[in-house]
């Protein structure tokens, strides 16, 4: 295999076994068709080309009625060979979306038909499982509940993206250059003994802003961003020209807000008004009040806001972690004065830890019973060769009907959201602290920390278990839970 179509698919260690041709929409469901296309998007003033998935009206993504069929005809309108992953809905393991896996990529002009039920209501997405979601080759996927129909709340979709002039490739080829700048290689007994004396807590206080936590770790020897971004994107525009959302005076708005960056994290900041934290990677949670909300890497999170009764303007930011960078949206009334919002904070963004995620209580836990399996993983990294490991990244093999248990310990210097395909799992602890957590499919280890994780085997095929880091996926963090007989 040539390295560049190696780096394309990201499909480390999977054997391609079957297409998805075969794949059928029912004659009884209307199909939605959405285009994988290519645009050209001003950036700072200059053009570049870049991704699009659209529907057929030109609109980003799609949304959907929870409890219907996920009836989509996608379209390849580029040169290009991709294919799209359906981050938060749990399809069968032929449409899930990775390369090879066992799906083989959707060839150029090519169309292909999915059709799987779309489950329950939450704030998803989706993007190419390969270096192109670099190139904004991503959209929200909204699916609506009955109840969120019903409901008096204004509905605004944030799509957040880090953004490069350059390409992919040369991204990836800079973080594995000598000399890259990135430290030395993780000592495993070092990173032993300095997660024995920092894993139990390292959160500051927190106050009504209930989000934010600074850990009281040395700084200077992490890694927060590794890469430097021409661009901070929110909807596609930086905050030079940011979108404005009309609003009434008075009135309640849900944000649905995606992280769609490869390699940011960021805070959503509320500003001058409070917000609500109703739910976490689409599923719904005991609400928080606060106005800084922690997202990492593939995960989104749904804050509801009651605006004051007279006019005005109400930035919604999203803060670069350890950065002064930020980019946003705006919330503003019909006679609202609208001013100018640097896209530089005077001062850096929070850097950020697992103190919200302890506070979180789904209402929606899963049935209390003890484990069936468990494994015990390591995130290590060198990150002077840039390169990043699950352990020894042997697949973790269950049994359908099995309840999974995952620990994982990050024993490296940077964080790492890490997701699950094909199901939704319970964080139930952190750091040797049980809890009945959120229900989600991404959770984040910030370095030095340690995540238990639960789900129900109910999905047969061999899902990767990754992380949501695109380029620490691209160089070996990705693992697979393979059910008895998957392949």
Known sequence: MHRRHFLKTLAIGAAAISPLGAAVARASAP?????????????????ATVFGLTNRNGGAGLVLDAETQFNVRLL???????????????????????????????????TRLYDFPVGNGGTHWMHAHTLQEQSLLAAPLIVRTAGDRATDAQEVVVLLHDFSFKSPEELLAGLQSEGSGHGMPMDHGDMSTILTSQHAGHQMPVGGDAATAMPTRDMQTMDFNDIEYDAYLANDRTLDDPEVVQVEKGGRVRLRIINGATATAFTIDTG????????????????????????????????????????????????REGAQERTGIVLATADAQLGKIDALG???GPVLDLALEKQFVSLTPLAVR????????MLTGDMAKYTWQIGESEPLNVAKGQRVQISMHNMSMMAHPMHLHGHHFQVVEINGEKLTGAVRDT???????????????????RWPLHCHHLYHMATGMMSFVTYDGAI
Request: proline residues 11%; glycine residues 8%; negative net charge.
């Open 346 to 348: 005077t001062e850096k």
């Open 31 to 47: 199909v939605t068709d959405l285009i994988i296309r290519k645009r050209v998007l001003e950036v700072n003033g200059k053009p």
């Open 272 to 319: 001058s008004v409070d917000g609500e934290l109703i739910a976490v990677d689409g599923i719904n949670i005991v609400p928080i009040v606060g106005r800084r909300f922690p997202v990492f890497m593939g995960q989104r999170v749904d804050v509801r806001v009651k605006l004051p009764a007279g006019p005005g303007t109400f930035p919604i930011l999203a803060l």
């Open 443 to 461: 959770v984040v280890l910030p370095p030095m920390t340690q995540v238990t994780i639960e789900f129900d085997a109910k999905n047969q095929g």
């Open 370 to 377: 003890p484990p069936d399996r468990h494994y015990a993983l």
């Open 76 to 110: 390849n309108e580029t040169a290009e060979e991709t294919l799209i992953h359906w981050h938060g809905l749990t399809p069968p393991w032929s449409m899930d979306g990775v390369p090879d896996n066992p799906a083989t990529l959707l060839n150029a002009k090519e």
